[in-house]
């Protein structure tokens, strides 16, 4: 009986010590979360019903800020273009994305390469460099202007017109589109090879292969890649920042740009507040249905079950 309880005791001495060494390594994140994520979120939360310029101490308005929206135009302007540029960039990032990734599956020389390089793109598309570099391509005097001069086109106003210009920053994001290529890549490779050999003896072609075997299979990184970019695209600020500013006529004025100049240019934080959580509210219902509707047209293999 003596015995046990002292196997009890070390156990007990043991699992505590264990308990201090693993909040130890979770320690860093732990206290990264809390100041930098929670914090953030409940004190935008209560700023949110606030109006607070940074120099003085907040004051609770209530439900002003969200009424204020409501009539603001730049807001529902913001809205519009945020709404135009999620529907022209997700869709077609995704689409070319499957596009390089099905080519890259193919056995071809030198594939690694291609693979390394078209890589490239999403990690210095983000990058101030680069949103600059392509804002000096598009220009009057710039390096699309001249290559279509040489075929007898007249140069283009990109930054002049609200469409062209929502088309540089739409083509830079799908320019970016090195790791939702990978996820796809790394789905293609999961296919089993017997389906399209079993599908060639009926005489399937691969358009018929791609669309009834490799589409259905790869729904769950469809998925996937779907809601990342979705969530990626409502946050978009770096493209229309640096390249158009907003421009022209606030043809680029996404919502998120909106809320950094009334953050850091008017100082309106409470009113800042408000539109980010109206924009979290948007995401996550549009996150929701994604969640939703998935069980329509994702299928998983588990058990041939459909999600």
């Known amino acids: 009986m003596e015995k046990d309880n002292a196997v009890k005791k070390v156990q007990k001495a043991s699992f505590k010590q264990d308990k201090w060494i693993g909040l130890a390594y979770i320690a860093p994140w732990l206290i990264g979360f809390l100041v930098f994520t929670l914090y953030p979120i409940v004190a935008s939360f209560y ?31 913001a809205l519009t273009v945020t709404g135009k540029y999620v529907i022209f960039v997700v869709p077609l990032k995704l689409a070319f994305s499957l596009f390089v990734a099905s ?8 594939i690694n390469y291609f693979r390394t390089a078209y890589y490239i793109p999403s990690i210095l598309g983000s990058n101030v460099a680069i949103a600059i570099l392509w804002k000096f391509l598009f220009s009057t005097d710039g390096l699309i202007n001249q290559v279509l001069g040489v075929v007898n086109i007249a140069p283009v106003s990109w930054f002049g017109q609200a469409t062209p210009a929502m088309f540089t920053i739409v083509l830079l994001r799908v320019w970016e589109f090195g790791s939702t290529m990978v996820i796809f890549l790394a789905a293609l490779k999961e296919v089993p090879g017997e389906l ?5 003896v009926d005489g399937s072609t691969k358009m018929r292969n791609f669309v009834n075997i ?6 769950p990184v469809i998925f996937f890649n779907f ?4 969530v990626h695209a409502f946050q978009e ?22 809320i950094y100049e009334n953050t850091f240019k008017y100082y309106n934080m409470g009113y800042a507040s408000a ?20 069980k329509y047209w994702v299928f998983y293999n588990d058990n041939g079950g459909e999600s």
């Open 47 to 77: 700023l949110s019903f606030t109006e607070y310029n940074l120099m003085s101490a907040p004051i609770f308005v209530g439900l002003e800020n969200f009424q204020r929206l409501i009539a603001d135009k730049d807001f529902i302007k």
């Open 103 to 110: 080519i890259l599956n193919m056995n071809l020389k030198g």
């Open 196 to 200: 399209y050999e079993a599908a060639s």
């Open 214 to 219: 490799t589409l259905p299979i790869i729904t």
């Open 227 to 230: 809601v990342m970019q979705l």
């Open 237 to 258: 600020f770096t493209a229309p920042y640096l390249i158009t500013s907003g421009g022209p006529m606030k043809g680029t004025y996404l919502l998120p740009m909106m």
């Open 275 to 294: 539109m980010s959580w109206i924009l979290f509210i948007i995401i996550m219902v549009f996150t929701l249905i994604t969640f939703k509707s998935s």
